[in-house]
């Protein structure tokens, strides 16, 4: 029978808060938690920041999707509550900006955004302007946009302009700065074991089962099983009660509030979006491209460690968001969509060095199909679920805004504790980024609470993103692990092929080009 560090004589341990959901915006919640002198227990029922963190655009947007979206400036103007509703989210989103830019500088990283104005185009010159304006108004003392505008006889000054599409039709080029998050996942493992360090228990491999009201209305029981070593058995079982649950699932919340035996109505909307990965010629460095695909929706082309994706598709998802790649017919989709954008490519299918796929958990919305990007924090209680809060439209940048609004709130509902810590960051995790690679890799495997080499290498040692992710480090990482894993000589040799087999599936190439 498997023990658990909760086990406490047969007895329930009990929480201030639990936490459901160990992406970055669980992860954040529980550091600002802890700090804030709470009781947390996070739960996460695959491995640490393995959804939608690890599967984002990784752009720190400064808001202007919400500005021009893809419809018409004057359709914009005739909504004027869904218009207040962008400019709300946009402001929302230059905060955001620059709260990560200033704070967290070390994970993020500027670049230059080119965006191709076209005498077709739904957006003019002026009307862009106007959209960047209300964005500097947003957050006038933040970090800057840098926002200008070149026109055809200065083009000689802009790298890429020579790979655009219709030089006819290409009027002016609209440049600005963006930042990228080079490293989401490192963020989400830095505030998880710095909450752990101020006494917070935090979780991976650990599904939810139920969900139980306490006698008197005292909070909540939770069940918990114990999946890391892929047993399922009722062995691994366990329970915590909380007074307060933070469903923080990301994409699986209206499955955590079924567990309730709830029948409440679905808070999110699953959208599924896919990124392909190549080499761009070397006047790319650095630069990154803002289009619009042929739907009239945003095309991203953004440079990362020393390739560069494309992306992304949007199509609804009602299924299971484990495990969700890339198929042919996307990858052939979105090939089509960088070509129409940048004829002089040429993209091949062989030119895809690899994709990767996610579902996005939007806020659901009568207004949009696919949901909307506003980040709400649902309260429960209208549900009969009190003390029960969920999260949808939580983004990889508004992760800080949304853990500062979780303390108010379990203020709001449990009182203020007294905080072990002068600030939440007080307590300093160690930078995995500045060791030496080996180093890390020993450290994440000592610390970090990895189950296979796959844990290691996409997410705590970040060379999944590498050209070739990885694959000639493997053996290696996993004979260094090994006495810290418990691996015997088979054990290895089966990490590695599975490693490989989850870069054959989750991180695919067209079929035909299949290695």
Known sequence: MITHELDVGGETKQFDIAIIGGGINGASAAQHLSAAGYSVFLAEQDDFASGATSRSSRL??????????????????????????SIFTARHDMLARDDIARNLSNRVRKIDFYLPIYNS???????????????????????????????????????????????????????????????PERIAFDCLFSAEKQGATVCNYTRLTKVDRLAEDDGWQLTLRS?????????????ISAKLVMNLAGAWIDQV???????????????????????????????????????????????????????????????????????????????????????????????????????????????????????????????????IFSLTGGAIMTHRRVARQLVRLASKTLGPRQKPLDREDAVHYPDVAEMDFLDAAKHCARHEKPATLADLMLRRLGVGWEPDQGRDLAPEVAQLVAPIMGWDTAKIEKEVLAYKAILGTERRKPLDLAM
């Open 257 to 387: 509030i079924r567990s309730s035996g709830s029948n409440a109505e679905p808070k999110c909307s699953g959208v599924k979006g896919i990124h392909i990965a190549m080499r761009l010629p070397d006047v790319f460095q650095n630069c990154g491209v803002f289009s619009y695909n042929s739907l009239g929706e945003p095309l991203y082309c953004l440079p990362f460690r020393g390739l560069h994706y494309v992306g992304l598709t949007r199509t609804a998802h009602d299924g299971d968001p484990a495990g969700v790649v890339a198929d042919d017919q996307e990858i052939a989709w979105m090939i089509g969509e960088i070509n129409r954008a940048m004829p002089r490519l040429n993209v091949q299918p062989e030119d895809v060095l690899y994709t990767w796929a996610g579902v996005n958990p939007l806020t659901r919305d009568p207004v949009h199909s696919l949901g909307s990007r506003e980040v709400k924090i649902h309260d429960l209680a209208a549900d009969n679920l009190n003390g």
């Open 60 to 85: 720190l947007h400064c808001g202007l999707r919400h500005l021009a979206n893809g419809e018409t400036f004057w359709r914009n103007l005739s909504q004027p509550k869904q218009l207040l509703k």
């Open 121 to 183: 185009d739904k957006y003019s010159p002026w009307q862009l302007d106007a959209a960047f304006t209300a964005l500097k108004c947003a957050n006038p003392f933040g970090e800057p946009l840098n926002y200008r505008r070149v026109s055809k006889p200065q083009f000689d000054s802009i790298p890429i302009a020579p790979w655009l599409r219709d030089a006819g039709d290409l009027q002016q080029i609209a440049v600005f700065s963006e930042y990228l998050f080079d490293w």
């Open 227 to 239: 999946e890391k070593n892929g047993i399922e058995t009722s062995a691994n079982e366990y329970r």
